[in-house]
């Protein structure tokens, strides 16, 4: 008998239909993967199964948990239900935690609601699930806060209140999408654990297949809401397939084809630059320590060169980003953009920042809701000696625009009305606007399904061509950074350990920490399209 059976289960949300009959079962100790593109329904049949999902929603069907229907249920019931018989891990863990609760009390609230134990034996169960995740009491007080842990430890605290009752069912959506590989690979192995030892079924919603091949025993491929295809495994990689199904694995092997970097010409040079934070004191009288996130970091890019930057979560990856566009002071070493110093006198020389652009990780968030795309993207003009107006001022946003794929119209839009693709093509255009020297992708495309992910690839490939972009790539993303780069350097703790041609690297790495950078990324198996 099945775990978790969904029969025909449609969804529609004032009216508009969502979920087309969505079919599928799993069986305890069983992992059944849920595969998709953004917007295909993958997060909505696992809220639909919570019965967290929002106002205006109306379901048919049937979600039978253990023998009951949860669709039929009351939210008193549902209540008992979630938690104690199933658990979610959520894809953005610090959005899942509260901010101002310790690690400690956010796992022993959900004990205490749900049995109605003590708040010392709370406390226990707390610090031995704690334990089971990895987060022992002597390396990780429980009065630690969600914001003084790393990604990966804060997904590990969620993990926790989600199997804080050994819930029969576990409901994983992206749990590792915005973590770095060997993160990820601790991740994974973890919830395969729970699993085997604690017989649980578990729905793993991801666009990764790579992840998918190596976690799951059945896969369900999901798109506009409706099951295209499902099969177990190793079926479906090496059978029929629906060409939907096809399309998500090409995407996943996606390369760019670049164009050849010209001859080299330094442009922005590192020598042995330093970085420090302070500490909180542990005393009222004693001075503040420091923490040194960079040590004597030398690196060149030349010209219309293209280099990634990789590394784990805190290893000094974004501390770098900041202090190359002259947003973090450093302590000790120069920083030169075409032999301009990004410091002068201890301050940042805004006549150097202004030739360099970011692209964020997240585009909506680096926007402002309340205008129109034309007035977004021409935001680097204000900190420019010159700003266009009128019809020049037009010609240059369409231009943009149009060069990374978008239409001209869309100029006069909000940038809620553009899917997550879309959105970072205009975090694309609003940094290509002014024609910087550098552009600085900090994970740039680590939170886009695989096919958005390559459109967005090929945009800045074609950008290489028609404007000679010189950039550092900045992602955890293995592949990604194999596809568009020239040189790669790796980082660990603040250090550069390797440096050298993307190939040479990926192909012979020499430091043993990025060996097991490359051991810990998952591979996606060969496909034999057949079929359809």
Do not use: W
């Amino acid at each position: 008998m099945a775990l978790l059976s969904l029969d025909r289960l449609s969804l529609s949300i004032h009216r508009k239909t969502i979920l087309h009959g969505i079919s599928l079962n799993i069986a305890g100790g069983e992992i059944h993967a849920l595969t998709g593109e953004s917007g295909s329904g993958k997060s909505l049949t696992a809220l639909a199964i919570m019965r967290l999902l929002p106002i205006g929603s109306k379901t048919q069907g049937h979600a039978v948990l253990n023998g009951i229907d949860v669709l039929t249920q009351t939210e008193a019931q549902m209540l008992a239900i979630r938690g104690r018989e199933v658990g979610m891990i959520f894809q953005e863990p610090m959005t899942a935690l509260n901010p101002v609760k310790t690690i400690g009390s956010q796992v022993q609230e959900t004990v205490q609601i749900h049995t109605g134990a003590t708040a010392s034996e709370a406390a226990r169960r707390a610090d031995d699930v704690l334990a089971r995740v990895g987060l022992p009491s002597d390396k990780f007080p429980r009065s630690r806060y969600p914001h003084q842990l790393s990604g990966g430890q804060r997904q590990r605290v969620v993990i926790a209140i989600a199997i804080a009752l050994r819930p029969k069912l576990l409901i994983a959506d992206e749990p590792t999408t915005a973590l770095d590989v060997t993160t990820q690979a601790l991740i994974l192995k973890l919830l395969r654990n729970l699993v085997e030892e604690q017989g649980m079924g578990m729905l793993m919603i991801t666009h990764d297949l790579a992840v998918v091949a190596e976690m799951a025993q059945h896969i369900s491929v999901i798109r506009d809401g409706e099951i295209v295809e499902q099969a177990a495994t190793p079926a479906l990689f090496s059978g029929t397939r629906h060409h939907y199904t096809q399309a998500l694995f090409e995407a996943s092997r996606h390369r760019v084809n670049l164009p050849a970097p010209p001859a080299p010409r330094s442009l922005l040079t590192l020598r042995n630059v330093c970085c420090d934070y302070s500490l909180t004191r542990s005393h009222l009288f004693k001075s503040k320590d420091t923490f040194r996130a960079l040590h004597q970091v030398t690196f060149d890019i030349s010209l219309g060169e293209r280099l990634g930057l990789v590394g784990e979560s805190g290893c000094g990856k974004s501390t770098l980003a900041r202090a190359i566009l002259g947003l973090k002071q450093i302590q000790a070493g120069e920083i030169l953009l075409d032999g301009d110093p990004v410091y002068a006198d201890k301050r940042p020389n805004l006549a150097v920042c202004r030739r360099m652009q970011v692209v964020f990780q997240d585009p909506f968030s680096s926007f402002n809701p309340r205008h129109r795309v034309g007035r977004l993207i021409t935001e680097p003009f204000h900190g420019q000696p010159y700003s266009p107006s009128g019809s020049e001022r037009r010609a240059i946003v369409s231009e943009a625009l149009l060069a990374v794929g978008l239409a001209a119209s869309d100029a006069d839009k909000f940038i809620h009305e553009f899917s997550g693709g879309q959105r970072q093509r205009i975090a694309i255009a609003r940094a290509i606007i002014t024609r910087p020297d550098l552009i600085l992708f900090d994970e740039a495309v680590s939170a886009l399904d695989v096919s958005v992910r390559a459109k967005i690839l090929d945009v800045i490939a074609e950008l290489c061509r028609s404007y000679g972009l010189t950039y550092l790539f900045i992602s955890h993303d293995l592949g990604v950074v194999r596809s568009v780069t020239d040189r790669v350097m790796i980082m660990r703790e603040g250090r550069i350990v390797e440096y050298g041609e993307t190939e040479s690297v990926f192909r012979n790495p020499s430091h043993p920490y990025t060996r097991t950078l490359i051991a810990s990324a998952p591979v996606l198996p060969s496909m034999t399209a057949s079929g359809y």
